[in-house]
T-cell receptor, first 111, second 114 residues
Framework: RKEVEQDPGPFNVPEGATVAFNCTYS??????FFWYRQDCRKEPKLLMS???SGNEDGRFTAQLNRASQYISLLIRDSKLSDSATYLC????????????FGTGTRLTVIP | DVKVTQSSRYLVKRTGEKVFLECVQD?????MFWYRQDPGLGLRLIYF???????EKGDIPEGYSVSREKKERFSLILESASTNQTSMYLC?????????????FGQGTRLTVV
């Protein structure tokens, strides 16, 4: 089983829609969780960390469910500029901050 | 502004060549990583280093080696390039801080082996 799994999509949604992505992780020892955004032909950049209590940053909400071992990202009021690939990442500290990434979910927001 | 710089954006090499991919970070980070990214497979860890001269294998180290002689520089070496090593290679660095430490990526090197 992969360390981190997510639906590759693509998700095609109209502007203004709400869209949610889920990501499951296999190792219960995982300690830190992240969502990264990757634009076409660019490097991944941190979108937000995911905290146990859940956290929100403007239109973006991230949640963690340790019991079911998944994290989620909710985007409200989608903008054209939200079109990108969203990667979930999980950190299991074993000597270094190794990040295990999902394959990414491609989102296209349509006018 | 934090920076991770990879020496080349695009490389074309011949099968059997020895290939060096260089990565430099200016954030005094302890940890450095090399990933490759392929469609449908996502980012896969090749090697990482948590200190100078220290290295550990990631998930797919076969066919690769690394070198970290200075804290700011982490090199990926393809001993004898093969066509299945055609990929996007991404270097990243992070501090040795606690949970929630962000990884910063370089712009990537798209390597084609012919």
């Amino acid at each position: 089983r992969k360390e981190v799994e997510q639906d590759p999509g693509p998700f095609n949604v109209p502007e203004g829609a709400t869209v949610a992505f889920n990501c499951t992780y296999s190792n219960s020892a995982s300690q830190s969780f992240f969502w990264y955004r990757q634009d076409c032909r660019k490097e991944p950049k941190l979108l937000m960390s995911v905290y146990s209590s859940g956290n929100e940053d403007g239109r973006f909400t991230a949640q963690l469910n340790r019991a079911s071992q998944y994290i989620s990202l909710l985007i409200r009021d989608s903008k054209l500029s939200d079109s990108a690939t969203y990667l979930c990442a999980v950190n299991r500290r074993t000597g270094a901050n190794n990040l295990f990434f999902g394959t990414g979910t491609r989102l296209t927001v349509i006018p | 502004d934090v920076k991770v710089t990879q020496s080349s954006r695009y490389l074309v090499k011949r099968t059997g060549e020895k290939v060096f991919l260089e990565c430099v970070q200016d954030m005094d980070h302890e940890n450095m990583f090399w990933y490759r990214q392929d469609p449908g497979l996502g980012l896969r860890l090749i090697y990482f280093s948590y200190d100078v001269k220290m290295k550990e294998k990631g998930d797919i180290p076969e066919g690769y080696s690394v070198s970290r002689e200075k804290k700011e520089r982490f090199s990926l070496i393809l001993e004898s390039a093969s066509t299945n090593q055609t990929s996007m290679y991404l270097c990243a660095s992070s501090s040795a801080g606690g949970e929630g430490t962000e990884a910063f990526f370089g712009q990537g090197t798209r390597l084609t082996v012919v």
